[in-house]
């Protein structure tokens, strides 16, 4: 009787002790997994680098009233001109640009989300031409 009670205790003793180990290492294999992506998702938001290397592709877009940041940089995406919407989302809060202007708009698969954000800031060609129309009126 002693020694089968022996066994239980030594067979249950070394159950929590697993069970304990169990919950550690998928603790830990958690921490590694959120540290990994929480990392790569930071070095994106702070890149500095396009999709292509140069000269990339030139992609014109038309952007309608009321379109948001999110969804531009979802068409973005899926045209390759940015890495991840979500990034550019996040970037857009970065760079203090939380609305585009409805227009044509001209980037390359080779920008940046930084050089990307600095066109969307400067509003649509048409915009551009209409200024460079009124500088050269005024300079005359």
């Given at each position: 009787?002693?020694?089968?009670?022996?066994?239980?205790?030594?067979?249950?003793?070394?159950?929590?002790?697993?069970?304990?180990?169990?919950?550690?290492?998928?603790?830990?294999?958690?921490?590694?997994?959120?540290?990994?992506?929480?990392?790569?998702?930071?070095?994106?938001?702070?890149?500095?680098?396009?999709?292509?290397?140069?000269?990339?592709?030139?992609?014109?877009?038309?952007?309608?009233?009321?379109?948001?940041?999110?969804?531009?940089?979802?068409?973005?995406?899926?045209?390759?001109?940015?890495?991840?919407?979500?990034?550019?989302?996040?970037?857009?809060?970065?760079?203090?640009?939380?609305?585009?202007?409805?227009?044509?708009?001209?980037?390359?698969?080779?920008?940046?989300?930084?050089?990307?954000?600095?066109?969307?800031?400067?509003?649509?060609?048409?915009?551009?031409k209409e200024t460079e129309t009124t500088?050269?009126?005024?300079?005359?």
């Amino acid at each position: 009787m002693e020694i089968y009670m022996d066994n239980r205790k030594t067979s249950q003793g070394f159950a929590k002790f697993s069970i304990k180990t169990l919950v550690y290492v998928v603790m830990i294999v958690v921490a590694i997994v959120c540290a990994t992506t929480a990392y790569s998702f930071g070095s994106q938001i702070f890149s500095n680098e396009g999709v292509d290397p140069k000269p990339g592709t030139d992609m014109t877009f038309t952007v309608d009233e009321g379109t948001s940041i999110e969804s531009f940089g979802k068409t973005l995406e899926e045209f390759n001109v940015i890495k991840s919407s979500r990034v550019f989302t996040v970037q857009s809060y970065l760079y203090e640009v939380r609305k585009i202007k409805a227009g044509t708009y001209s980037f390359n698969t080779s920008q940046s989300n930084e050089e990307i954000f600095k066109i969307i800031n400067a509003g649509p060609e048409e915009d551009k031409k209409e200024t460079e129309t009124t500088t050269k009126a005024k300079g005359e």
